[in-house]
């Protein structure tokens, strides 16, 4: 560990190296800021960055002593989300110099932890469709994803050792697949919503985004106060259903290859894996999520489209129009058909440790004017099931390829302990 630059240390490291007495919490921060100073240019992971205010916050931790689960550790924080001493600026000029009076919840709690608040990181306008500036660090003419761009670039390219991110549809999972981290979708409303600008409130997820499961994990205990799954191993490899999902015929070659070597190394390492069909009536489930989001968007975009609509970008002003036309009876019809496929589901994963199933189309795609289709991570949000992408495997351009693995709802802790096996036995796409 002591060849490792410290912002390239797993955020479990750097809290007990800060613990330890090895180094301070500022002197992490600063090899991050000397990080973001050297790539920010080529990455333009960050809309707010402010160095001094960073080593303050840092001088301040450390002058407190050394408490908390997140101890030194920087985090990123999605332009969504509220924090009291940086501007919020939802990803639109319409919020130009915001500033919140106070920290969203999650922000509040990881500072409690110990954490080092570094920025804000871009998010497409709204947390929707239209990207900001972000590049992929793996290769500038390609999508970071999005809508979470900033927040999984910053990790993946070691400015930031967390971040967090919002998922409406698969604006966690689908950034962190991209750009080669593990990006984690909690059980819905795990996370404290304080202090988020909803896209659709159904939907919406805090979700986090890190270089390992262990900081995931470290992560999530202290947003919600449990243990650590340190006393919980995975005591025999786990029964695994192999989920294509309706959506295969959208899969690229290499993501249909990494999720059937997938399974087929997991089988040899003794894991019984067996097809996981969904009933014909989660079809429907794309559409129905589709309603929500419009409806939703259109309510909480009523301001913004009463005041400042010019100000919106066309594709989000055609998400609200379309919003504001459909028919009520359509928007519970949507409710009843997510609620009734999630009522299923514990059912259907009787027998089943976990679900299998592809993170994302393939690699990310050439271009920064779009984000990649959601389609392979917003099925398991709809059902507000608990979800990680693993970055397991390398496309024919170099790129990460990642494997989803989807829990039962409220398993989260369970989902982790698996998702660490498993990624010991897969390895990392580099």
């Known amino acids: ?33 000397a990080r973001v100073e050297t790539r920010e240019d080529r990455v333009g992971a960050w809309i ?45 000029p319409i919020y130009d110099g915001n500033r919140p009076l106070a920290d969203a919840s999650c922000v509040g709690l990881s500072r409690a932890a110990g954490a080092v608040i570094l920025g804000k990181t871009v998010s497409c306008e709204f947390a929707g469709r239209t990207p900001g500036r972000t590049s992929n660090p793996h290769d500038a003419t390609r999508t970071p994803g999005g809508s979470s761009s ?5 990790v993946a390219d070691f400015m930031a050792h967390l971040a967090f991110g919002t998922q409406t549809a698969g604006s966690v999972l689908r950034p962190s697949a991209y750009c080669g981290i593990v990006g984690y979708k909690p059980t819905f409303n795990s996370f404290n919503r304080a202090g988020i600008k909803f896209a659709a409130e159904s939907l919406d997820t805090i979700g986090l985004h890190a270089r390992t499961v262990g900081d995931i994990d470290l992560f999530a205990a202290a947003l919600t106060g449990r243990d650590t799954l340190e006393a ?69 975009m009523a301001y913004e489209w009463a005041h400042a609509r010019d100000a919106i970008s066309p594709a989000l002003r055609d998400i609200v129009r379309r919003g504001g036309e459909v028919p009520h009876s359509d928007y519970l019809a949507a409710l009843v058909l997510a609620e009734d496929c999630r ?31 959601p389609a392979f991570q917003g099925l398991w949000t709809t059902l507000h099931a608990p979800s990680i992408t693993l970055p397991t495997h390398k496309g024919p351009n170099g790129m990460p390829v990642g494997i ?3 829990g039962r709802r409220y398993e989260d802790t369970r989902l982790l302990a698996d998702a660490d096996w498993v990624l010991n036995r897969l390895g990392a796409w580099r």
Not at 237 to 264: F, H, N, Q, V, Y
Request: aromatic share 4%.
């Open 1 to 33: 560990m002591a060849d490792v630059p410290l912002n390239q240390l797993s955020a479990v490291e750097v809290t007990r190296g800060v613990a330890d007495g090895r180094f301070s919490c500022e002197d992490v921060t600063r090899a991050c800021l």
């Open 48 to 92: 707010h960055i402010d160095p001094d205010q960073a080593i303050a916050q840092a001088r301040a931790q450390d002058r407190a002593g050394r408490t908390g689960l997140l101890l030194g550790a920087t985090v990123g924080v999605k332009d969504i989300i509220d924090t009291f001493d940086m501007p919020t600026g939802m990803g639109s």
């Open 150 to 154: 900033g927040s999984g670039a910053a």
């Open 232 to 300: 919980r191993p995975v005591e025999s490899a786990p029964t695994i259903g192999l989920c294509r999902t309706p959506m295969w015929d959208k899969a690229e070659a290499e993501s249909r290859a990494a999720l059937e070597d997938a399974a087929a190394r997991l089988e040899k390492a003794g894991c019984s894996v067996r097809d996981f069909i969904l009933p014909n009536s989660f079809s429907g489930l794309e559409a129905a999520r589709n309603t929500l989001n419009d409806v939703e968007r259109w309510r909480v």
């Open 343 to 373: 009522a299923q589901m514990a059912g259907l994963l009787d027998g089943y440790d976990f679900i299998l199933s592809p993170s994302a189309n393939g690699e990310a795609p050439v271009g920064l004017d779009w984000t990649g289709d």
């Open 404 to 406: 989803q693995l989807i």
